[in-house]
């Protein structure tokens, strides 16, 4: 009965912004890991930020600065605000769930591998335009 599904996708120009939302139903996000990954056309696929049961986050190198995950518990929903976005940061983008509850993961939590992600979304597009 876990779903995630993400939305808020969509085509913008260089140095726009867009947020991205993550409805989950069948268990409280604030109690796993949770994480957002992208992949591109012919490159594999990376995560871009994570955040833990504690509320600490993590981002790759590349969006430090620019993107910012969140989630409201009250809605039982991950964000993902990404500003001043760039041609490279066209991809899909997943939302993702923990196998197991994230306080099991001790300080790991926030850089478990892909593979430790076992609920994944659709994906919803992002494409960045010069």
């Known amino acids: 009965q876990v779903q995630l599904v993400e939305s808020g996708g969509g085509s913008v120009q260089s140095g726009g912004s867009l947020r991205l939302s993550c409805a989950a139903s069948?268990?409280?996000?604030?109690?796993?890991?949770m994480g957002w990954f992208r992949q591109a056309p012919g490159k594999e696929r990376e995560a871009v930020a994570t955040i833990d049961n504690s509320g600490s986050t993590s981002y790759a190198d590349s969006v430090k600065g620019r993107f910012v995950i969140s989630r409201d518990n009250a809605k039982n929903t991950l964000y993902l605000q990404m500003n001043g976005l760039k041609p490279d940061d066209t991809a899909m983008y997943y939302c993702?769930?923990?196998?197991?509850?994230?306080?099991?993961?001790?300080?790991?939590?926030?850089?478990?591998?892909?593979?430790?992600?076992?609920?994944w979304g659709q994906g919803t597009q992002v494409i960045v335009s010069s």
């Open positions: 069948g268990y409280t996000v604030s109690d796993y890991c």
């Open positions: 993702a769930r923990s196998r197991f509850r994230c306080m099991a993961y001790g300080s790991r939590g926030l850089s478990l591998s892909s593979q430790e992600y076992n609920y």
